[in-house]
């Protein structure tokens, strides 16, 4: 059912009175204006929201209709939040106004307090019939609403979001979850590794199912990380085959060193040469993205530019879009269930065992059931997992753990952190920007220190010592403050910028690092300095152990919101050349039906930095996937594919993946 409003009489459990009520989830808007919908703050408010990402520019009102069955005054509340508020104790920049059948509501909402909570918007008279409701940004700079709630009495919804996630369901008229078919196996996360594990195991025949969060399949990979690793290494030269088709990089590639571009020290990439050419045209998709509306928006008044920056950046989105459709269609084809923008927040067992999975649409916040009989835990955040109860850890492990050379002697929360996409460049029309004093909950920098570009690189990067996975709005949040605040002073401080535009900042993260599921085998920096050879011996990982910190001098000043960083690319790999992974860090040590793909694998902190790149996680999901048919058709779990069926394995790996 569609996630609309609907008004009713709801009891509230030990509260009798009866009032109308309508609650409006505002990602459910029909016309979102410029505001977008973000899904950061899940964790907190069980809900996606719409923000105002105008880049200090407010954006267009975003408006639906609602029907009112009951004529009256009616209180209007909004679910906000003053988002800098952990920065700054001043007025914060997110304000908005709720417009009720174009009177804007006397309100100035989301620019205080210190958490996600219900604000009064003030109150309207409202006849019988439909009524037009509005979100209406003051300033550019991310606002945010997650509801609207119109009741005719003045009490707010509960200020506790558990609480409210059952006034939602009532409100919102919702009834029991949608159940999906079972599936041999559910794969949760649509990255690189989750589409290819739910790829190969659906190839062989199994029933699969795939879940994720966002509208566009590859994670990472859609959001703007190109593929690395070097598949001519590989231990079994026939994995790979559905990496490259769910990356997009030609069959004819895999296997020729001269495909690849490599860094001196060893690690490396595939050639643009030999993505699949096709991909590099305009996008036929509804579905938009950051980038892409902008690029739109931007063609639209003739405001692009022959920047070849520019126009590279363009191309890069082109052809992300157009690889994500492909890759699409591919699972599809091999009849992969896929459903978009679905948040797994919830996991039912039965013993050691994941029964069903539990997700909400970021859409219609309604709820589904995903029941199988094998799980892949994909989500780069380890969340199925950690949901399930199975052993995890995040941050670095001491020495002591593994007797790692590169490991700290005690343990920490460090951690590699998340990253947008921003570029400005040269227009015609520059407009302005507010001077740094206007930005006082912005990060300050000055002469002394500042970054001098106009565009983004890697190394932009926060939530270095924060949860990334639970986190993931304060992080995104604290990268906003940089870019805001290291181009207000640019734009007012170096002539040379006087004539850009900010016109390109992506507002999801594209994640590093999160949780690390545990499994029978977590490998470590030790065995790969020391060639540990493993019985499962099975992907082949290339890359160095590229694990990032935050920069001395923007730690020093940024203590706990640090957001330059620098790489390792220490490379004990070049001792050894590649290393071979075994299988048994491909499931959990303790959910017994629970495999973990991805950047959430069984590794430590220092080996992640090696297996962390997208064309070796793509081969050890295409592993997973075939552990996965052994397991259906020898009617074992995970682990049994080590204990008993090892031969098996190597055989199929061998082989390598259907192609068809
Ligand atoms: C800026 C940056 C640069 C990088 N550079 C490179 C590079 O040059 N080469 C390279 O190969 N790698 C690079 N990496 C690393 C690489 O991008 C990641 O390690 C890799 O993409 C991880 O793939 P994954 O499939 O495990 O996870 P992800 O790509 O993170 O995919 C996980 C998916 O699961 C979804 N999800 C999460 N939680 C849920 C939930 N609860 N319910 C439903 N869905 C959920 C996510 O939205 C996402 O779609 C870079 C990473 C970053 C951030």
């Known amino acids: ?64 209709t609602v029907p009112v069955a009951e004529a009256g005054t009616y209180h209007v509340y909004a679910s906000t939040y003053n988002w800098t508020s952990p920065w700054y104790k001043g007025k914060g920049p997110g304000a908005f106004q709720v417009v009720v059948d174009g009177t804007p509501l006397p309100a100035e909402l989301g620019t205080t307090g210190s958490g996600w909570e219900w604000q009064y918007a003030g109150a309207v008279r409202l006849a019988k019939g439909d009524v ?21 009495e003045q009490t ?19 009834g029991t979850p949608h159940v999906a078919p079972k599936a041999d196996l559910v794969v949760v996360g649509g990255g690189i590794a989750g589409c290819a594990t739910a790829l190969t195991a659906a190839r062989y025949g199994l029933k699969v199912v795939l879940v994720d969060n966002l509208p566009w399949l590859g994670g990472n990979n859609a959001l703007g990380v190109r593929a690395s690793g070097l598949m001519y ?3 079994y030269p026939e994995l790979g085959n559905i990496t490259c088709q769910v990356t997009g990089v030609q069959l004819a590639a895999k296997n020729d060193p001269a495909a690849y571009q490599v860094d001196p020290t060893g690690f490396g990439d595939v050639r643009y040469a030999h993505y699949e050419q096709q991909l590099n045209s305009p996008v036929q998709d509804a579905r938009g993205s950051d980038m892409l509306n902008s690029i739109e928006r931007l063609e639209a008044r003739g405001e692009t530019s022959a920047n070849r920056q520019e126009q590279n950046l363009k191309q890069q989105e082109y052809l992300r879009r157009n690889a994500a459709l492909k890759r699409e269609a591919l699972l599809r084809e091999a009849g992969v269930e896929i459903y978009h923008d679905i948040q797994i927040f919830e996991v039912v067992k039965e013993g050691t065992l994941i ?19 094998l799980f892949a835990d994909c989500t780069g955040d380890g969340t199925v997992g950690y949901l399930a109860g199975a052993d995890w850890r995040m941050g670095r492990e001491s020495r002591d753990v593994a007797q790692e050379p590169s490991a700290p002697e005690v343990a920490d929360q460090k951690k590699m952190g998340s990253t947008m996409q921003w570029y400005a460049f040269p227009r015609a029309d520059a407009g302005s920007f507010p001077r740094p004093e206007e930005l006082p909950w912005a990060i ?58 900010l016109d390109y900042l992506q507002h999801i993260a594209m994640k590093r690092e999160s949780r690390r599921l545990l ?47 620098y790489c390792t690319h220490y490379k004990p790999l070049a001792k050894v050349d590649r290393y071979d992974v075994p299988y048994r860090v491909l499931y959990s040590r303790n959910v017994d039906n629970l495999f973990i793909g991805g950047r959430c694998m069984s590794v430590t902190h220092q080996a992640l930095g090696t297996v962390r790149v997208q064309m070796t996680l793509g081969m050890a999901g295409e592993v997973t996937g075939m552990a996965a048919k052994i397991c259906k058709e020898q009617g074992v779990l995970p682990r049994g594919v080590y204990e008993k069926h090892l031969d098996d394995l190597k055989k199929l790996m061998k082989k390598g993946a259907p192609l068809k």
């Open 1 to 64: 059912m569609k996630k609309s409003i609907v008004t009713l009489c709801l009891l509230l459990a030990g509260l009798c009175p009866v009032a109308a009520q309508i609650l409006v989830e505002t990602e459910a808007f029909a016309d979102k204006g410029g505001w977008v919908a973000d899904h950061q703050a899940f964790d907190k408010i069980r809900s996606a929201y719409l923000m105002a990402h105008g880049l200090g520019r407010p954006v267009a009102d975003a408006a639906t």
């Open 132 to 152: 037009r409701l509005a979100l209406h940004d003051l300033t550019g700079f991310n606002g945010r609403c997650d509801a609207l709630y119109l009741s005719r």
């Open 156 to 174: 707010p919804p509960p200020a506790d979001y558990a609480r409210m996630e059952e006034v939602r369901r009532q409100l919102l008229g919702q």
């Open 233 to 235: 290494k590989n231990l």
């Open 355 to 373: 029964a069903s999975v539990k997700g909400k649409s970021l859409k219609s916040g309604e709820e589904y059931i995903f029941a199988g009989g």
């Open 444 to 501: 300050r920098v000055d002469k002394e220190y500042h970054i001098n570009r106009s565009s983004w690189a890697w190394w932009w990067e926060t939530g270095l010592e924060i949860d990334n996975a639970t986190e993931a709005e304060l992080v995104r949040d604290n990268f906003l403050r940089a870019v805001f605040g290291n181009w207000a002073y640019l734009k007012h401080h170096n002539p040379q910028y006087a004539g850009y535009r």
């Open 519 to 565: 499994g029978d085998v977590i490998l470590d920096e030790t065995d790969i300095l020391e060639r540990v050879k493993f019985p499962d011996a099975s992907f082949t990982t290339t890359w160095t152990m590229d694990l990032h910190y935050a920069k001395p001098e923007n730690a020093k000043r940024y203590p706990g919101w640090e957001w330059v960083t």
